[in-house]
């Protein structure tokens, strides 16, 4: 059983609001990801880290930011909403080393009015 | 670069039917590959997974044999339940690669009672 939660799991806030979304493991896993779940249920890549202080940018583009102090810990942030940013956010996380399967949280349903 | 294409659905079945989700991959190198299912209102849960050439995984009735010589993965289950209705996402991790999971666009299955 996987041990990575996400809160909240549903969010709705007015525009131009700064929000965090949290993202936490217990896995002591250092490879964490977060995607982006469109509503054709597609999944994209959007940012990822490899270890305490190291964050790249995912294959989509996305206005979002995160950041990595601590390994069981990758929050997400968005500086100011907008209704485009409405979506499914997953969180995942995985070893460094074998096979790389990934574990993903619940998710968080951001809606943006 | 790296891709899946799955079966595109809705896909229903009744129960106790048999099923098979199609998955063909491009890859570079000996990828490893996976199935993933998410029920309604969750995030991702690893189903199955193979990492090498003939490698057959299985987990909860439901089987997935990596076919090198046709770059397939095809998901089956002999008798599914209701259960089962969830969208299933095949993907892969690129022999080059040792983060980046490669999904295809994901299969919604409806199994009716």
């Known amino acids: 059983e996987a041990d990575i939660y996400q809160t909240p799991r549903y969010l709705v806030i007015g525009t131009g609001k700064k929000i965090t979304l949290e993202c936490s493991q217990t896995m002591g896993h250092d490879k964490m990801y977060w995607y982006q779940q469109d509503p054709g249920m597609e999944l994209h890549l959007i940012h990822y880290s490899y270890g305490v202080n190291s964050t790249e940018k995912g294959d989509l583009s996305s206005e979002s930011t995160v950041s990595r102090i601590r390994t069981e810990h990758f929050p997400l942030t968005l500086e100011s909403a907008r209704p485009s940013h409405t979506s499914q956010y997953l969180c995942?996380?995985?070893?460094?080393?074998?096979?790389?399967?990934?574990?993903f949280g619940p998710g968080t349903r951001l809606t943006v009015t | 670069g790296d891709s899946v294409t799955q079966m595109e659905g809705p896909v229903t079945l009744s129960e106790e039917a048999f099923l098979t989700i199609n998955c063909t991959y491009t890859a570079t190198g000996y990828p490893s590959l996976f199935w993933y299912v998410q029920y309604p209102g969750e995030g991702l849960q690893l189903l199955l997974k193979a990492t090498k050439a003939d490698d057959k995984g299985s987990n909860k009735g439901f089987e997935a044999t990596y076919r090198k010589e046709t770059t397939s993965f095809h998901l089956e289950k002999g008798s599914v339940q209701v259960s089962d209705s969830a969208v299933y996402f095949c993907a892969l991790l690129g022999g080059g690669s040792n983060y980046k999971l490669t999904f295809g666009k994901g299969t919604l299955l409806t199994v009716n009672p």
């Open positions: 995942a996380s995985s070893r460094a080393e074998g096979t790389y399967e990934q574990y």
